[in-house]
């Protein structure tokens, strides 16, 4: 191992010699790549609840469709990541009162945007005219800007696992390979999608006997009528307490943006996720008032207790085996509800609420973490929410109860200190028997908001034109019982960040995080007996990162990253990560990604993450640990503006294991190797 590290180094050093000569090329590519990274490096890929795909797909979609700033409107614009209410009314002003913008550098000069935010906006927008009016009747009202795309994804492992060496009683019916297709047509005004997918292992019988299927049909944005969807759809309203689908940024490097949202409201649904969506009919109207109603009928897939009894529809989607067939499409759930919200001279404000039943007795669990979670045949939930401007400050908050009273609140406020130096703090209180099985509010814990109090505070601060410092410190509690403990515990963690643009050509980013929060572990008395206690789990890392671009076609990047852990009642491991990148652009048509990557980690409590480039709307965050090497090679090619095709590559190999995985998905063998091809074609 030590050879190969001194050989990527020695590779490193030798292709920084010629970094004087480079010109850096404005690759919006990159941009997104690192906006995604930004928000998913340190999603741990087992929390389940967090909806990596959908948001993979919303930020790679509005990249592909960036928003006109010389045309949009103000929820159009809130879409974009960097734009919050205050931001986005003084693009409005300035383009209203001053002049159109005529380019995208120019949004620096509006108030409150500075270098940071326009790095954060500039793959997601762009500069036009306002847009050519047409009269309903004509056809191009309806086709102004349209395209046509269709996809076709394969993927496999190269390893046959346990599920495809048994008989079909016990195993995988299907073959090992994840098939994906697309077809989609989407203008200003209309979007029809049909989405098709097999995973591997599940069986597929033709044309028409994919796993998943799922299809909408949408108008959008004419004139009163904002949104009308039939077939499948997001919701994503307010904070997140009642309502919100498709993902958020969460803790991490964006100390400043994480903890508010933006709404999203009503959206077209075209992930291949098999759940966290609705199918029915969802609709918006008006403008600075508006009223969205919504109605979702569908079958969805629970583990069985008895009879009449499941638990809570999973998430999962995969139909493999004879058992995990029988539980799909086992339980009929139909919902019901709306929103309202008023565009004030000072802000925003909207209420949200729900109702939905189970044709079903869902069953919460006997565990003692279990105690507050939702039970029985139906539930409802209602928010008010809030996005107030007070001259240079932001208010933004949400207040929700769910059926069976349990509250949640949070709220929080972002202002400038000074001409450089911004602060957010945020304050959450989600009850332990608080049950919005649909929200997704900011804190610790992803998905469901509930049993979690803390406040987090977040301040950057542009130190001058080279060098951005920013940190946070978020303070948290859990009032009731957690998975794997018995007792009320409580933690705290902080992250701090120095981001240094070298040059047009270099940039450099240091970044020390930790996490101690309290964990029980098992301890064996004088007798023999096993007994319970509570102690604190340390949780440490640092991490370098160096990218350059070696001339117009080549960007490298090199990272290392040790991590420290320490549980309770063990000895403190360690881990490390060091990854040589590459990115080599020889033409218009050719892109190639790869990267070598060497970890070493004590054991899973130490492991380390990478997030990697995939396929257009796949989403890839690695959890390595133990010891070994992983390889990776993404190509990128379009022969035709009409097509594109990726093809990749992964290796994973380890040291010192010789079974991989556990169950039907074990592997024999110390090597881990997936293969995946995708075309897309747009008309």
Request: glycine letters at 10%; hydrophobic letters at 35%.
């Amino acid at each position: 191992m030590t050879n190969r590290l001194l050989i990527i180094l020695l590779c490193t050093c030798s292709l920084a010699g010629s970094i004087a000569h480079a010109q850096q090329p404005d690759t919006t590519r990159s941009e997104v790549s690192d906006d995604l990274e930004r928000a998913l490096e340190n999603f741990d890929p087992e929390e389940s609840d967090f909806n990596t795909e959908q948001f993979t797909q919303f930020l790679q979609d509005l990249a592909a469709n960036p928003v006109n700033v010389n045309a949009a409107q103000i929820d159009e614009l809130m879409q974009v990541p960097g734009i919050n209410l205050k931001t986005g009314r003084a693009i409005l002003g300035y383009r209203r009162n001053v002049k159109p913008f005529e380019s995208i550098s120019e949004l620096e000069e509006v108030p409150g945007i500075g270098r940071v935010t326009l790095e954060r906006v500039r793959p997601y927008v762009t500069i036009g005219s306002s847009e050519l009016r047409y009269l309903y009747t004509d056809p191009k009202y309806w086709t102004s800007d349209g395209e046509f795309e269709a996809f076709t994804r394969y993927q496999r492992s190269l390893q046959e696992e346990e599920g495809f060496t048994r008989p079909d009683s016990s195993g995988f019916l299907g073959r090992p390979f994840k098939y994906y297709q697309r077809l989609r047509y989407r203008s200003n005004h209309i979007s029809a999608n049909i989405t098709q997918e097999k995973d591997a292992g599940e069986p597929l019988e033709g044309p028409t006997g994919f796993d998943y299927n799922s299809w909408h049909f949408a108008l959008t944005d004419n004139g009163k009528l904002q949104q009308f969807i039939v077939g499948d759809y997001n919701l994503s309203f307010g904070q997140g307490l009642v309502m919100w689908n498709g993902g958020a940024f969460g803790k991490g490097r964006d100390v400043i943006g994480s903890s508010a949202k933006n709404e999203r409201g009503i959206k077209p649904y075209t992930s291949a996720m098999e759940a966290n969506y609705f199918r029915g009919v969802a609709a918006t109207v008006g403008d600075k008032f508006q009223f969205t109603g919504f109605y979702s009928a569908q079958s969805r897939s629970a583990s069985r207790v008895n009879k009449d009894t499941t638990r809570f529809p999973s998430d999962g989607g995969m139909h493999r085996t004879l058992n995990e067939i029988a539980k799909k499409d086992n339980v009929n759930q139909a919902m019901y509800g709306g929103r309202i919200r008023a565009r004030l001279p000072f802000g925003l404000i909207g209420a949200s609420g729900y109702y939905t039943s189970f044709d079903q007795h869902i069953y919460a669990g006997s565990a003692l973490y279990q105690k507050y979670d939702f039970r029985g045949s139906n539930t409802s939930a209602l928010g008010i929410d809030y996005n107030f401007l007070v001259g240079t400050t932001l208010l933004y908050g949400e207040v929700a109860r769910t059926q069976n009273g349990g509250y949640g609140l949070v709220a929080g406020v972002e202002s400038p200190l000074g001409n450089d130096t911004e602060l957010v703090l945020t304050y959450r209180n989600y009850q332990k028997d608080f049950q919005s099985v649909y929200g997704s509010g900011f804190g610790e814990s992803s998905g469901e908001p509930q049993n979690e109090q803390g406040i987090y505070m977040g301040l950057r601060h542009e130190l001058n034109s080279k060098i951005l410092l920013s940190a946070y410190f978020d303070q948290y509690r859990f009032p009731a019982p957690r998975f794997g403990t018995h007792q009320p515990t409580q933690g705290y963690d902080w992250l701090g960040l120095v981001e240094v643009d070298l040059d047009s050509k270099m940039e450099f980013y240091l970044q020390a995080r930790s996490e101690i929060e309290d964990s029980e572990y098992d301890v064996t008395d004088s007798y023999g007996r096993t007994q319970r206690k509570l102690g604190k789990a340390a949780r440490s890392s640092l991490r370098a990162q160096f990218q350059y671009w070696v001339n117009p076609q080549i960007r490298m990047r090199t990272r290392g990253e040790i991590v420290r852990s320490a549980q309770p009642g063990a000895s403190a491991e360690q881990g490390f990560l060091f990854y040589q990148d590459l990115r080599y652009e020889p033409n218009s048509k050719w892109t190639f990604d790869t990267r070598i990557t060497v970890f070493h980690t004590d054991s899973y409590d130490s492991r380390v993450y990478q997030f990697e480039n995939d396929l257009l709307y796949v989403f890839s965050n690695s959890v390595l640990y133990d010891q070994g090497q992983r390889l990776y090679i993404l190509a990128n090619f379009e022969p035709w503006e009409f097509m594109e095709i990726w093809a990749k590559f992964g290796i994973t190999i380890f040291e010192n294991r010789q079974v991989l995985g556990s169950g039907l998905s074990q592997i024999e063998g110390n090597k881990r190797s997936d293969l995946g091809l995708q075309v897309r074609f747009v008309f």
